[in-house]
């Protein structure tokens, strides 16, 4: 089956400044990789998601990159804000939709 | 459209008892995941169902069994209550395979 790694597992930045968040999966196979945003007691909302057949999708100050010959992917958050603060997970497909999720990332964004 | 509804929103129950959650995914979204979330192991998944069919399941004990309705609404149930499964369910329902899954609120079940 997958494996999903997820680093950091948590991550302060600058009110401004980039953060960068990376997850690894075993799975060749695999042909989907969505991120999730969680705030606190929240649930779960995509945030941005990546098919295989591209390296690299933007959506304003979000970006996801995808490299399939390493297996890794990383979300790419550019001028931080406090209201992303937040838990942040990705996740890799087994079959049908069984979605192994990584361990997440707690970010915290300083004023 | 309604997003994803998940009764009841909070459960607390005594070890040894059994508790049955019920989710009702978006109109038209034929699979329905359900997912565990602890702060210890994370989204772990527990089973997918399609079409009335479970398609896929994770790695829990039998103890962790579900359902779909021809409506798509699903439950799942857990029997034998132990302290361990006090968590946020999570069940999430996709329009397609391999897409973007939205997420219900959850039940938060605390076992005592």
């Known amino acids: 089956g997958e ?8 991550l302060s930045v600058q ?11 075993s799975d060749s196979a695999s042909n989907y ?42 979300l790419h958050i550019t001028e931080t804000q406090p209201e992303d603060s937040a838990v942040y997970f990705c996740a890799a497909p087994n079959t049908g939709n069984q979605f192994y999720f990584g361990t997440g990332t707690s970010l915290t964004v300083i004023p | ?13 005594t070890r040894g008892q ?4 019920s989710c009702s995914p978006i109109s038209g979204h034929r699979s329905v995941s359900w997912y565990q979330q602890t702060p210890g192991q994370g989204l772990q998944f527990l089973f997918e169902y399609f079409s009335e069919t479970q398609r896929n399941k994770g790695n829990f004990p039998g103890r962790f069994s579900g359902r779909q309705f021809s409506n798509s609404r699903s439950e799942m149930n857990v029997s034998t209550l132990e302290l361990g499964d006090s968590a946020l369910y ?11 899954q939205f997420f219900g609120p959850g039940t938060r079940l605390t076992v005592l």
Do not use: M
């Open chain 2, 90 to 100: 999570l069940c999430a329902s996709s329009l397609l395979t391999g897409n973007e």
């Open chain 1, 15 to 25: 009110e401004g400044d980039s953060a960068v968040i990376k997850c690894t999966y």
């Open chain 2, 18 to 21: 059994q508790v049955t959650l």
């Open chain 1, 33 to 74: 990789f969505p991120w999730y945003k969680q705030e606190l007691g929240k649930r779960p909302q995509l945030i941005i998601d990546i098919r295989s057949n591209v390296g690299e999708k933007k959506d304003q100050r979000i970006a996801v990159t995808l490299n399939k010959t390493a297996k890794h992917f990383s």
């Open chain 2, 1 to 13: 459209k309604a997003g994803v509804t998940q009764t009841p929103r909070y459960l607390i129950k």
């Open chain 1, 3 to 10: 494996n999903v790694e997820q680093h950091p597992s948590t």
